[in-house]
């Protein structure tokens, strides 16, 4: 639509300028010329990148196509795998399937009753351990109540202990006042006797 009424333009301008002097005929010409010219310059710039959008659309279709026939080569050796295997599912004897198959449901059957048998192994573990759980808890408080016992016993025997050492130095005082008294009756009984 924009390149219509460019052109549209042109022919206007063209058609006034036969009215006009050279000078301003000629300059009008090169105006309308260089909007020619820019008309031109944009619609080979915008083919080019639609030139170069359809090219990468291309390579991308191009690899697209590859990884199709990639995939249909897949699906050739899938289903010349699909035949092979085909073909030996209707060599194999269907009685002997089933003969299998009802073997393999009396060992499932025998496992499970295995795994019933070892539950109740388990719940009379579990029991038995329930017991011993209860043992260790009522030995862990009794082994709390030894450690407080332990504990004021220890603060009895320090207080003991500070009493005897108290008593020591009592008995060891009484002990120096017991020979001081003789020495000092002796020392006064001489000095007595002397006057």
């Known amino acids: 639509m924009g390149k219509y009424a460019v052109l549209f333009g042109l ?26 010219t820019d008309f031109f310059a944009s619609f080979i710039q915008e083919s080019k990148e639609h030139f170069l ?22 699906l050739k050796s899938s289903l010349e795998d699909h035949e092979s295997r085909i073909t030996k599912l209707e060599q194999i004897d269907l009685g002997a399937v089933q003969r299998r198959l009802l073997a393999l449901e009396e060992a499932r059957q025998a496992l499970e009753i295995k795994i019933d048998n070892n539950r109740a192994k388990v719940e009379s573990v579990e029991a038995g351990l329930g017991g011993y759980q209860s043992d260790i808890a009522t030995l862990q408080s009794s082994i709390i109540e030894l450690e407080t016992g332990l504990a004021s016993q220890g603060e009895e025997l320090a207080a003991l202990r500070e009493e005897l050492q108290s008593l020591k130095r009592a008995q060891d005082s009484q002990w120096a006042a017991i020979v001081l008294v003789p020495v000092l009756m002796g020392t006064l009984v001489y000095f007595l006797l002397q006057d």
């Open 11 to 36: 022919l206007l301008v063209g058609s006034l300028g036969l009215a006009q002097t050279p000078q301003e005929e000629i300059a009008t010409m090169q105006a309308a010329f260089g909007q020619v």
């Open 53 to 74: 959008t359809l090219e990468s659309s291309f390579a991308g279709l191009s690899t697209r196509v590859d990884g199709l026939a990639q995939d249909v080569e897949l």
